[in-house]
């Protein structure tokens, strides 16, 4: 069992920045890979970001691509989502997720634990 707490939401202008974080508890965070879903209302979870359990390798959605950055610390047993030039259609819970194993998804269904969201409001 790993629990996720996401922090960090909230509101902000257009153009603006927002660093999201994930921490875990429970298991051995390194045995799993970390990724960051979004869902705005009426709309389908949609992935966003993920990361290997060592931090190495990356995957991001293309439309946050050169815009959102995801990182790990093992030792801190957190993940962070930075969010820079937001703009509206970034408005969305946000929610981390962990996956055991070698290999990341982008795929919700490919995550057994998740956090409860945080909300990020970008207004223009």
């Known amino acids: 069992q790993v629990r996720l707490v996401e922090s960090g939401g909230g509101l902000v202008q257009a153009g603006g920045s927002l660093r999201l974080s994930c921490a875990a508890s429970?298991?051995?965070?390194?045995?799993?890979?970390i990724g960051w879903f979004r869902q705005a209302p009426g709309k389908e979870r949609e992935f966003v970001a993920t990361?290997?359990?060592?931090?190495?390798?990356?995957q991001y959605a293309d439309s946050v691509k050169g815009r959102f950055t995801i990182s790990r610390d093992n030792a801190k047993n957190t993940v962070s989502l930075q969010m820079s030039s937001l703009k509206p259609e970034d408005t969305a819970v946000y929610y981390c997720?962990?996956?055991?194993?070698?290999?990341?998804?982008?795929?919700?269904?490919?995550?057994?634990?998740w956090g409860q969201g945080t909300h990020v409001t970008v207004s223009s």
């Open positions: 429970g298991r051995t965070f390194s045995n799993y890979n």
């Open positions: 997720a962990a996956r055991w194993g070698s290999l990341v998804s982008v795929t919700s269904g490919g995550y057994s634990f």
């Open positions: 990361i290997d359990r060592s931090g190495g390798s990356t």
